[in-house]
């Protein structure tokens, strides 16, 4: 099945019928960046791209009216996460993600206690800014912080001092909330083991709940992509990669934080704070179904996956038109889903489910807990220390 601009978008009836059954989510994508990043390949726009074609209102309008098409298609399940990611969405300000929220709200609802995270730069948050998405109905912010060493941010072309990312996390919980995550990249060229402990120091000082540390990936197209082509800038290397990742692993679960995914750690669930995980993304990797929302965002239902046209413009414009803006879809087969069930919950702390495996999968995964690269508990297929630094190595071994 594939959409195209002459057929209009439509999900086969077995895909809506199991609808609210599943963990549901809506994904929010929040095209518009003040500056773009050396590393980043994301679908973003600075103002000087767009210039007059597409703004934050047409955006928005758009996005209220896919919402409502999405909620017609759907049935309206009400959503149980909501997250809010970009792009930079704290451009829009406290009233516009208000807005955004807003939107979601009137055409799916919120679940009772659900997770409605938004991604924030810190130099574009203050004390007024989160009050405002406190008061909204926001309960989690993810802050990209990337490091706490300047030389390191400008290899990265971010644009925030090293102080701020902590300032705003300590912001956003004394505006109340309880749920505050710190992003971390690791491996860029040039950083030292002094610049990652300093970084963790950071990090470990805003007791923060949660943390996501990610491997540099120099992404072809990028700026960075290009320096190291040239060779201004050196490749980064795995053994390095590796070193650190332990490095991080050792810090943070020193401090009580545990991971939960290869490349993401939380604090232990109490009764006052609930989970802490990210509950949306979990939605990701246990096969949830979601409406992504916004330019180039994907989406999953009932075993159909899709994405938007990646341009505001063309989004905002086949809105108005009263059409989805799908760029194209395609049915997952059932060896689709099993290779990605397989590929996500491997990478989870609870595992893989051997029921699932056939029988050559079997051998495979007795082959990878005989290497000590997993353990077999309570029927899953759980990665060890080593296993986690090859994670993806033990899922193509898995699935051969």
């Given at each position: 099945m594939n959409a195209t601009a002459t057929t209009p978008f439509v999900l086969p009836a077995r895909s809506i019928e199991g609808v609210g059954t599943r963990p549901f989510g809506i994904y929010v994508h929040v095209p518009f960046c003040a500056t773009r990043c050396g590393y980043c390949d994301f679908n973003?726009?600075?103002?000087?791209?767009?210039?007059?074609?597409?703004?934050?209102q047409s955006w928005l309008e758009g996005l209220k009216r896919e919402l409502d098409l999405a909620a017609q298609m759907t049935g309206?399940?009400?959503?149980?996460?909501?997250?809010?990611?970009?792009?930079?969405?704290?451009?829009?300000?406290?009233?516009?993600?208000?807005?955004v929220l807003g939107a979601v709200r009137s055409s799916f609802g919120l679940a009772p206690g659900a997770e409605v995270t938004t991604e924030s730069n810190p130099e574009s948050t203050s004390p007024e800014f989160f009050d405002a998405l406190r008061s909204a109905g926001f309960t989690r912010i993810s802050l990209g912080m990337?490091?706490?060493?300047?030389?390191?941010?400008?290899?990265?072309?971010?644009?925030?001092?090293?102080?701020?990312?902590?300032?705003?996390?300590?912001?956003?919980?004394?505006?109340g909330f309880a749920h505050v995550n710190l992003d971390l990249i690791y491996g860029t060229p040039g950083e030292r083991d002094e610049d990652l402990d300093?970084?963790?120091?950071?990090?470990?000082?805003a007791d923060v709940d949660h943390v996501s540390a990610y491997a540099l990936i120099v992404e072809d197209g990028t700026a960075m992509a290009r320096k190291v082509r040239r060779?201004?800038?050196?490749?980064?290397?795995?053994?390095?990669?590796?070193?650190?990742?332990?490095?991080?692993?050792?810090?943070?679960?020193?401090?009580?934080?545990?991971?939960?995914?290869?490349?993401?750690?939380?604090?232990?669930?109490?009764?006052?704070?609930?989970?802490?995980?990210?509950?949306?993304?979990?939605?990701?990797?246990?096969?949830?179904?979601?409406?992504?929302?916004?330019?180039?965002?994907?989406s999953h239902v009932g075993g159909v996956?899709?994405?938007?046209?990646?341009?505001?413009?063309?989004?905002?414009?086949?809105?108005?038109?009263?059409?989805?803006?799908?760029?194209?879809?395609?049915?997952l087969s059932a060896d689709d889903i099993h290779m990605e069930r397989v590929m996500l919950t491997a990478r989870l702390r609870t595992g893989l489910p051997l029921s699932e495996l056939t029988a050559s999968e079997h051998d495979s995964a007795d082959q990878v807990v005989a290497d000590g690269l997993a353990i077999v508990?309570?029927?899953?297929?759980?990665?060890?220390?080593?296993?986690?630094?090859?994670?993806?190595?033990?899922?193509?071994?898995?699935?051969?």
């Open positions: 973003t726009y600075t103002a000087g791209e767009l210039g007059t074609s597409a703004s934050p309206a399940p009400v959503a149980e996460t909501v997250f809010v990611g970009g792009g930079t969405p704290s451009l829009l300000g406290g009233d516009g993600l208000s807005e990337q490091s706490a060493a300047q030389h390191v941010l400008k290899i990265l072309d971010r644009t925030h001092t090293p102080g701020r990312a902590v300032a705003a996390a300590k912001e956003a919980r004394a505006a300093a970084s963790l120091d950071a990090v470990l000082s060779g201004e800038l050196p490749a980064p290397d795995d053994d390095v990669l590796a070193s650190r990742y332990e490095r991080i692993d050792a810090r943070l679960s020193a401090a009580g934080l545990n991971w939960y995914e290869v490349s993401n750690w939380a604090k232990a669930e109490t009764v006052e704070s609930g989970d802490t995980r990210c509950r949306h993304n979990l939605g990701y990797w246990d096969g949830g179904d979601w409406w992504g929302a916004g330019p180039g965002a994907h996956r899709w994405w938007n046209v990646k341009h505001p413009a063309r989004y905002a414009e086949q809105l108005a038109q009263g059409e989805l803006p799908v760029g194209g879809s395609e049915e508990d309570d029927g899953h297929l759980i990665l060890t220390d080593r296993g986690r630094l090859l994670a993806d190595a033990v899922i193509r071994t898995v699935l051969t």
